[in-house]
């Protein structure tokens, strides 16, 4: 259990504590005393017990839920577990603070975000009137870097971007300085430049202040990034425990090794396959001395003199282009906010061009609002371009009618970023793959769909038996190896996965993207792979676009790109990004 620490430096203290239903264990025998000022961090995977334990420490268990053990914090005299909610309700926000994962949702809709942070130092009597609640609320929202401050204190969440509004949550958390920060996974739903400046900005904030930091996830780079001790999670019991590089170089429990050999992307077997949490066994984790040498080196490549940037992917010349997008133009049209002035225009896409060879892996690569949803929609014939040109398999898709559209879509396929919404609730698996064999033209009998459904099962890793459930009776690892079958059942040319494994656990990331891999090969498909994930990409893909504001800013062969990046934007991506070795390399 965790090191005992003495009674006047404990901030926190959890003893023995257990977070049941009436019907089943959720939390087992969790213990944890952090000292004031200390950076935990609490990982582990989907169901493994995290969220459960935080909402526990705050009093806020679902009906239903029940907790015993013992949970004291600094500053108030017993047991958190026993206390009435009046007392709870003065802790939370004065001496312990929630950050959550989604700050839409946290948020009040109806209340401006000055308002919101306002209202907690008046509700906690930490400003003595409205008039300086709000002077210190701008103070909050300047401390959390944000822009304007003033300006940002009188706007409604919903126009605040994802990375505005998580810090305006983050203003919220702080705005009593409490001696504890719980942190729910605050920057998954983020892109990935946006999660590095609100990771830094928690990072400095919690120091400054002296605060306490529990930070829940399952990105174990952020961790090594963020936290000096970890304590990792496994089916609501704490497997191993201990400071950072202890437990990251030097795993001893067989979970915590799957875990780590899953999120090292740069680490592959000896048949070139991400390593995952059943065959971590061969896996090797670095030393904090092999993350710096590996680190520098990669650093001393993007500092050599690299060739000059190119605007397009170089198609391999000994295949000829499945896919050729030319001079690729869409404009929107808002709706008109003046009686007196033209509708403002959108310009998602801005003239881009790029060919895909056939087999070829494309990395399709950007942030939110770079363009990369607009031109999935136009090749998948879901949208029109204003301009230029898009040709797939052969189909052209500007100007085609429903008729023509109706083989491009049996030759182009579409994996999305969240299996659950993307599978009708009500339909089976077998109806569910069988659906894109029911088109006009096809003529298979029903047991020729059922046997095909039953080989597409085996191929992405399910029993054929998975056929007559439904999606709810999934993990989500299996909601994407079914949404994986359905694109592959009528035999695509193309597959385009829009973000398939971002939603997903790192151990089951790796079984997705060995499976996609594995696929591509076998079928000899073409892969569009579009993702915020540089790294990810980096393993899939043999060429990448960079996307940014509705152009390309760089293009070329994956490793090239990565290793010497021309563009400023992509550089930032790339440094941006956070690797389980780089983070290990700068972390000790």
């Known amino acids: 259990m965790t090191a005992r620490t003495s009674a006047d430096d404990l901030l926190l203290k959890v003893d023995h504590l257990n977070v049941r239903t009436p019907h089943r264990t959720l939390v087992s025998d969790f213990s944890l005393h952090m000292r004031r000022g200390e950076r935990i961090g609490l990982i582990g995977e989907s169901g493994s017990g995290k969220s459960m334990t935080t909402t526990a420490l705050l009093g806020l268990l679902p009906a239903g839920v029940t907790a015993d053990g013992s949970v004291e914090i600094d500053g108030y005299q017993g047991n958190l577990l026993e206390a009435p909610e009046k007392d709870l309700m003065k802790l939370r926000g004065n001496d312990m603070a929630m950050v959550f ?150 795993p001893q429990h067989p979970y915590t090794r799957g875990l780590l050999a899953a999120s090292d992307l740069d680490a592959t077997d000896r048949d070139g396959r991400l390593f995952t949490v059943a065959t971590a066994q061969d896996y090797v984790p670095p030393t904090a001395g092999e993350a710096q040498a590996a680190s520098a080196a990669q650093l001393a490549t993007a500092q050599g003199l690299a060739p000059a940037a190119t605007t397009e992917p170089a198609a391999s010349s000994a295949a000829a282009p499945v896919m050729r997008v030319t001079d690729l133009v869409r404009t929107y049209s808002r709706g008109k906010t003046s009686m007196f002035k033209p509708a403002p225009k959108v310009h998602a896409l801005k003239g881009i061009s790029f060919e895909v060879p056939e087999g070829g892996r494309l990395g399709v690569v950007g942030e939110s609002g770079s363009g990369k949803s607009t031109l999935l929609r136009i090749l998948a014939g879901l949208d029109q371009p204003t301009s230029g040109s898009a040709v797939v398999a052969g189909n052209e898709v500007a100007g085609a009618k429903e008729a023509q559209l109706r083989e491009l879509r049996q030759n182009l396929q579409i994996v999305f970023q969240d299996p659950m919404g993307s599978l009708d609730p009500r339909m089976t698996v077998e109806q569910i793959i069988s659906e894109p064999l029911l088109v006009r033209g096809r003529n298979e009998t029903a047991a020729d769909r059922k046997r095909m459904v039953a080989e597409m099962l085996v191929a992405v890793g399910l029993d ?25 059942i009528c035999r695509p040319r193309v597959v385009v996965a829009d973000e398939p494994v971002s939603a997903l656990d790192v151990s089951v990331r790796a079984q997705v993207l060995n499976l996609l891999a594995d696929l591509v090969d076998e079928y000899g498909l073409t892969l569009v792979f579009v993702s915020h994930d540089l790294n990810v990409v980096r393993h899939l893909c043999d060429q990448v676009v960079v996307m940014q504001s509705g152009e390309i800013v760089e293009a070329g062969d994956t490793e090239t790109v990565y290793r010497t990046p021309q563009h400023p934007y992509t550089k930032r991506l790339i440094d941006s990004s956070l690797t389980l070795r780089q983070e290990l390399a700068t972390a000790f």
């Open 464 to 488: 054929p038996s998975a056929a007559t459930r439904y999606p709810h009776q999934f993990s989500g690892g299996q909601r994407q190896r079914i949404s994986i079958a359905r694109a592959l």
């Open 101 to 250: 994962q989604e700050p839409l949702t946290a948020l009040n809709p109806l209340m401006r975000a000055g308002d919101q942070i306002a209202e907690i130092m008046l509700l906690h009597k930490l400003a003595s009137s409205k008039a300086e609640a709000n002077r210190r609320a701008i103070e909050m929202l300047d401390a959390v870097k944000l822009p304007s401050p003033a300006e940002t204190a009188k706007a409604y969440p919903h126009e605040l971007s994802g990375g505005q509004r998580q810090r305006v949550m983050l203003a919220m958390a702080l705005a009593n300085d409490p001696g504890l920060l719980l942190c729910d996974e605050p920057t998954t739903a983020l892109d990935v430049t946006v999660q590095r400046q609100v990771l830094d900005l928690i990072l400095e904030l919690v120091r400054e202040r002296g605060t306490g930091l529990l930070f829940i996830t399952h990105d174990l780079a952020v961790v090594a990034n963020m936290c000096t001790r970890v304590l990792v999670m496994n089916n609501g019991v704490i497997v191993e425990e201990g400071t950072t590089e202890e437990v990251f170089t030097r």
